[in-house]
């Protein structure tokens, strides 16, 4: 079962551009791409928007994309499991979707980011954006950043 939110915004037209990077390596190896994404992480004050390394299932634009979150969420020894869960943020007629990474363990440091009043959230977490057109993950855009910040805080 996937864990699925949705969140409704107030209409707001806003435009963007998509900037991919892509990393060409020889033929037999698998294609890599860095991703901007939003990092919450407990060593911070505030979020950071971050590259993730994402390997590719192909050369082409329509290709998907899987990230590797470990490459950011640390204590792997503590907490070696990463856990994930989509958002949709309904915006008008837009529908803008998200993948929440996270790693979640009462030894795990507490995040000053993610805990409110009584509540302590020990762990970090990442927000990456998919794609409209094919489900993969895709780069965070300047309107992005807020929405992130939006569904953490709910």
């Given at each position: 079962?996937?864990n ?29 791409l860095?991703?901007?994404c ?13 590259t ?22 640390q ?38 980011l ?21 489900p993969?993950v895709v780069n ?8 992130a ?6």
């Amino acid at each position: 079962m996937v864990n699925t939110h949705t969140y409704i915004l107030p209409t707001c037209s806003v435009s963007y551009r998509l900037y991919l990077t892509p990393l060409y390596l020889p033929s037999n190896q698998t294609p890599e791409l860095h991703l901007r994404c939003r990092l919450y992480s407990a060593l911070w004050t505030r979020p950071r928007q971050v590259t993730m390394l994402t390997c590719c299932s192909g050369r082409s634009h329509t290709a998907q994309c899987f990230p590797v979150p470990e490459s950011l969420l640390q204590e792997v020894t503590m907490q070696p499991y990463v856990h994930n869960c989509f958002v949709n943020v309904c915006e008008g007629r837009h529908i803008y979707q998200f993948c929440i990474f996270f790693k979640r363990h009462l030894r795990l440091r507490a995040n000053v980011l993610l805990s409110s009043g009584d509540h302590k959230f020990r762990g970090n977490t990442v927000v990456m954006r998919v794609g409209v057109n094919h489900p993969s993950v895709v780069n965070m855009r300047a309107r992005d950043n807020a929405l992130a910040d939006f569904i953490i805080h709910q």
